[in-house]
């Protein structure tokens, strides 16, 4: 199962492009409120999640995704939840995914170290320990960065190729015409 924690700021294009993506390829995805089940995303879209961060149990995870955005990674960052789930995913060596500003998250908790990584520009110094990546999308073992919105689709065909395979993905990839 993949959790995406949805915090109010989330990027909406970083949550629901990679979510669609997921759903059309039949991967098990639930969304977390993070404080509500009605979360408003940085440019004023309302999204129902599946459950609130309260109902969450770390329970047959194969991926935590945060999207970034404003406020919303800082609410995310605040979350003793989305914390703990991540800490957890880190020490089980499961997939911890990571958009726009959210991989300074993953970066402030000295995941990154040693890592390739990506984020959106102006947060690289908060990536402690990692090499910047100029790509789009780096996957470096566990940990799946992206640099932000534009790259949310290629995020997501990542995610479905991690689950799904590569010949699954470039179906998907040449179905929703994505070159």
Do not use: W
Request: proline share 3%; with cysteine; net charge negative.
């Amino acid at each position: 199962m993949v959790y995406m924690f949805l915090a109010e700021g989330f990027e909406e294009i970083e949550a629901l492009c990679p979510l669609d993506l997921m759903r059309r390829a039949n991967i098990d995805v639930t969304t977390v409120g993070v404080g509500s089940s009605q979360i408003t995303g940085a440019h004023g879209i309302t999204v129902s999640a599946d459950i609130t961060d309260t109902e969450f149990e770390f329970k047959d995870v194969d991926m935590i995704f945060l999207p970034g955005g404003m406020p919303g990674t800082l609410n995310l960052a605040a979350s003793k939840t989305v914390i703990e789930a991540v800490e957890r995913a880190v020490k089980e060596n499961i997939y911890i995914a990571a958009i726009c500003a959210a991989p300074s998250i993953l970066g402030d908790m000295g995941i990154l170290r040693g890592k390739e990584a990506i984020c959106y520009p102006g947060f690289e110094d908060r990536l402690t320990g990692a090499a910047i990546s100029d790509k789009k999308v780096v996957l470096d073992g566990k940990v799946l960065t992206a640099a932000g919105m534009g790259a949310a689709l290629d995020m997501g065909l990542c995610i479905v190729e991690i689950f799904r395979g590569k010949e699954y993905s470039n179906s998907l990839r040449k179905a929703v015409i994505a070159d």
